[in-house]
């Protein structure tokens, strides 16, 4: 049992933190149980629903694929990240809020997140560009459209400001 | 005004920061964790159940078998309870079965410290089986000979319901009429929550505590105490937050099994959590419901007879049964009123999973089967199907001799104008004429019609509680559920607007716990903002009137002089502020001559009901030989009545919307024939839409105030993905002249579809 566990360190949004982990715990179990970030979703477990998608050095993943061991010495981000340490939103969570993109909020971290790690770049997409980007994260409530309409603002938002 | 505005969700912030708490973030993390051992064949006798090795592995605390589980039938649908046993739920369910009645069915089931040592527990069980025939199609299960599912239902018929006005063989003899025969056929789907089904449960104080991700907390309560032979007291269920239920969380699903559970193991808690997998093969689906039509019509379309028989699939077990089927044969001849119908609907065991609750319920199987007839005898008859729709539909002033439902407004021809003008109708029909090559387009429509709410069928009633804080702002309850609608919000807006408070004041109790929240029956027929609205209002106009009174000992002004106005006392003569809802409840609590706790509770009970209306255009592209569809445009115009928040209303029916285009183009349950076995059980494998899969969803109403309604609201949860599927298959229908009279038109029966009609041979 003693190769059972490993001690994984690595950076969650901003701090350097450590744990002793279950080899066989997905990022996604490393991250709900030893850090309590409940933004982290399980919807599917297998990869298709992207609902735990998460930043790991500057790439959006699907974290229930991903092995908490593989983390050791990474940089992640979930959105519990982009809020700011006065519990103001991010400009992608304001967004989502004032464009009605949230219904019941199970997909939305997800959603969030992967708009934020490609937004990063700083690249405007056109519309169809933008719905593949999204396509791995699954939404039964939305239809997506409020959640096209909210990554859209936040883009031309951004683009404007950096000009 | 409060209603009207779209004020941004109450939940919004929680849920855009990650912290909103589900069910599973509030289970501790130690709890035991359950997992069932599902059966590998459709239908069975189980012989025996050897758990010895099971109980080997290290971590395992409890094997359960279906000869420990107790003997107590129950129902799980999330129906009110009715006082008639005649019209109660069928209980027809163990916690597990010695009688596998589908492939996945529950036979046993392990408690154990961890998930790993859980599945590994129940790899290990080994279960004997008498392996009995099957069946899978719902006109094979009717046959005589076909295998017996339950002993007490003849030919697998779990309901037959017959509607017969007129006189339809005496008005076929009518020299001249056309007779149009159709099947329609639609598919098994699965509601796709992001949130699987998970619940926990545990024993504290003499009582077993269930959290549970349903829309349903105070029905799940009476479902599991039935299955557990126990007083209903002895049972508290609490819903937190819920990652979306579209009908799938109203059903008991695995409340009782867990709840069992934690009482076999000394009321330890137990979670049960179901993986995706189990989500689609061990919950509930969507009814697949076959039709036959046939219509008598004169030339001119006038419709003169018609019989309708609906095949329901109910799977293997009753769940919500035959309301589901009743309610699409029901709507037949409202939504095209005919002197001479005979409809004849029958709901059917058979050995697949369970037909259940599903937004829509039997309205999108139903609407489709109708709209596409329609359409059929549009073109057979040569008519323009805008104008056909407008002759023949139910028509203003209408009224349902069995709900006293009615047509207040000219609201069909009011939603289809709104369609016509925004997807271009005319121009586009006229230019799709005569089109040939291998790409071409089409343009379609489909009314819908919905009836909100269960009155008279069931009891209709909604509780609500108010309680104010010395600041003057209250606290919200009711039994209806958010379940990601925007509820919350909605009955915020309302309660704020009768009371004559800030919106902000109103602090909703979004959660329900079946010990504190007053009695409602959950979220399901559209009915939260028409049944609980009835709730909310009675509650804060008998809560103002109370104020009021209050506020006399302070005031001196007599009750009728005073309103409330944005959180103020003001005397209507003049206007002037007389005090603060706060200074108020402030004062009146610590008054130590007249001390109270301003408090108010109320039940409403619905002896009404509601209409709700719209349509669906949709323009597609064909790529004949490519046997695909592509989705150009797409609008749902809805007559909900008022709306109370039209960003929410907005969004509601994109989600309806995007619902009814997986409907139309991709979703579609697969069983094997040989074993019964779900095949496409997994997000991968089923085919839900991505962002990819949809054009602009737009979203348009047509607001006609529903004069029976507390807030003039009818139901809009429900009704947007009704049309949709129809719309895109008249569309089709339109481009290519290929009628579909199944779903979905995937790449497969496009295929199959159009080398029947001669498009591919050389």
Known sequence: MSNQYKLVTCTINGKERSAMVDVRASLTDMLRNDYGLTSVKKGCEVGECGACAVIIDGECFNSCIYLAIWADGKNITTLEGLTHPDGTLSDIQQAFVDESAIQCGFCSPGFMIEAESFLQKGKIYTDDELRKLLSGHLCRCTGYENILRAVKKVMHKRAAESV | ?762
């Open chain 2, 1 to 762: 005004m409060i209603i009207g505005k779209s004020y941004t969700r109450v939940d919004a912030y929680d849920k855009a920061t990650g912290r909103t708490k589900y069910t599973e973030d509030l289970c501790d993390k130690h709890a035991l964790v359950a997992k069932i051992k599902h059966s590998n064949v459709a239908h069975a006798i189980v012989k025996s159940v050897d758990i010895s090795e099971a109980e080997k592995i290290p971590g395992v605390v409890k094997v359960l078998t279906c000869f420990d589980a107790p003997e107590y039938l129950f129902p799980t649908a999330g129906h009110p309870w009715s006082t008639e046993e005649s019209h109660q739920d069928i209980c027809d369910r163990n916690v597990l079965t010695k009688h596998v009645r589908y492939y996945g069915d529950d036979v046993a089931a392990v408690v154990a410290e961890d998930e790993v040592a859980a599945k590994r527990a129940i790899e290990a069980i080994k279960v004997e089986y008498e392996v009995l025939p099957f069946v899978l199609d719902v006109q094979e299960a009717m046959k005589d000979g076909a295998p017996q599912i339950h002993e007490k239902y003849k030919n697998n018929v779990l309901a037959h319901t017959q509607i017969h006005k007129g006189n339809y063989e005496e008005a076929i003899k009518e020299p001249g009429l056309i007779k149009i025969d159709k099947w329609y056929n639609t598919q098994t789907v699965q509601h796709c929550h992001i949130e699987n089904f998970i619940c926990y449960a545990w024993e504290e104080g003499g009582r077993i505590h269930v959290t549970s991700s349903t829309q349903i907390p105070h029905v799940t309560r009476r479902c599991v105490a039935q299955a557990l032979g126990v007083d209903w007291g002895r049972v508290r269920v609490v819903k937190p937050y819920i990652g979306g239920g579209f009908g799938n969380k109203q059903d008991a699903l695995y409340e009782p099994l867990c709840a069992w559970l934690t009482t076999q193991v000394g009321g330890r808690l137990v979670k049960l959590d179901c993986q995706r997998e189990e989500t689609f093969a061990n919950n509930r689906v969507r009814h697949a419901i076959r039709y036959h039509f046939i219509s008598w019509v004169k030339p001119d379309g006038t419709l003169v007879a018609r019989k309708v028989e609906c095949f329901s699939n109910q799977g293997a077990y009753a769940s919500h049964g035959h309301a589901i089927c009743a309610k699409g044969l029901g709507s037949f001849p409202q939504l095209y009123p005919c002197e001479n119908f005979e409809g004849d609907g029958w709901t059917v065991f058979t050995n697949r999973q369970v037909g259940g609750a599903m937004r829509g319920y039997g309205m999108p199987q139903a609407t489709f089967a109708i709209e596409a007839h329609t359409e059929d005898i549009c073109t057979e008859l040569g008519l323009d199907p805008i104008a056909y729709r407008r002759k023949t539909v139910m028509p203003v002033g209408y009224v349902d001799a069995f709900s006293k439902n009615e047509l207040y407004s000219d609201t069909f021809n009011q939603c289809l104008d709104a369609g016509m003008k925004y997807i271009d109708f005319e121009r586009k029909r006229e230019a799709y004429k005569n089109q040939t090559g291998d790409i071409r387009r089409g343009i379609g429509v489909s009314l819908l019609w919905y009836n909100t709410a269960v009155w008279p069928i069931a009891l209709e009633t909604s509780s609500c509680r108010m309680v104010m804080n010395q600041d003057g702002s209250i606290q919200l309850q009711v039994g209806e559920t958010e379940i990601g609608q925007g509820a919350d919000t909605a009955f915020s807006q309302m309660a704020a607007e009768t009371l004559g408070i800030p919106f902000e004041k109103v602090h909703i109790v979004s959660c329900q716990d079946t010990d504190v929240t007053p009695f409602g029956t959950g979220a399901y027929a559209s009915r939260q903002t028409y049944a609980a609205g009835m709730g909310i209002r009675g509650c804060a106009e008998a809560f103002k009137a109370h104020i009021l009174d209050v506020a006399y000992r302070y005031t001196r002004m007599q009750s009728y002089l005073m309103d409330i106005v944005d959180g103020n006392i003001i005397r209507k003569t003049d206007g002037r502020v007389l005090m603060t809802l706060g200074e108020l409840a402030l004062t009146v609590l610590y008054d130590r001559e007249h001390n109270e706790h301003l408090t108010m509770e109320k039940t409403a009970q619905l002896k009404t009901n509601a209409y709700s209306f719209g349509c669906c255009f949709a323009e597609v592209e064909v790529d004949i030989p490519m046997c695909q569809v592509k989705l150009l445009n797409i609008i749902n115009v809805h007559d909900a009545g008022t709306l109370i928040n039209p960003a929410l209303a907005e969004a509601q029916v994109h989600g309806g919307m995007s619902m009814g285009i997986g409907y139309g183009l991709s979703e579609k349950m697969l069983y094997d024939a040989k074993t019964g076995k779900l095949l496409n059980g997994n997000l991968l494998d089923y085919k839900l839409s991505t962002m990819m899969d949809h054009p602009h969803l737009e979203a348009q109403f047509v607001e006609n105030p529903e004069p029976t309604s507390a807030y003039g609201t009818k139901g809009l949860g429900e009704p947007p993905v009704n049309p949709v599927a129809s719309a895109i298959r008249n569309a089709i229908l339109n481009a290519t002249g290929v009628a579909f009279d199944e779903l979905p038109m995937r790449p497969h029966l496009l295929y199959e579809k159009f080398s029947q009609a001669g498009f591919f041979q050389d």
